[in-house]
């Protein structure tokens, strides 16, 4: 899809949380696949995700349909292994939450 016809974020989302390289995600997909993999790109040009087994980068699965999902969750795995759900988190740029209030100048 050409870049005029995507939808422009604005204020009007609500920011929920970052991804990055190698965050876990599960993803509910319209037929009711839950898929529990490692986050590892989009396609800029499909909007596809692309997911894979943490050791097994040859798992490697694209195409995955962001706007179509039924639910997309970021988990925190903790040093013991156990995966929580990322219900919010702060929206940084550069080490400092956006939109914090200033103190005196």
């Given at each position: 899809m050409d870049e005029?016809?995507?939808?422009?974020?604005?204020?009007g989302f609500e920011f929920r949380f970052s991804?990055?390289?190698?965050?876990?995600?599960?993803?509910?997909?319209?037929?009711g696949e839950t898929i529990l993999d490692y986050f590892r790109g989009f396609d800029r040009h499909t909007g596809g995700l692309a997911v894979s087994q943490v050791a097994d980068s040859s798992s490697l699965r694209r195409g995955i349909g962001a706007r179509k999902l039924?639910?997309?969750r970021k988990l925190q795995v903790n040093r013991l292994g156990e995966a929580h759900v990322v219900e919010?988190?702060?929206?940084?740029?550069?080490?400092?939450?956006c939109g914090a209030p200033r103190g005196p100048a």
């Open positions: 005029a016809h995507w939808t422009a974020i604005d204020g991804l990055y390289l190698m965050n876990l995600v599960e993803m509910t997909k319209p037929d039924l639910r997309f919010r988190e702060p929206r940084l740029w550069r080490g400092e939450i």
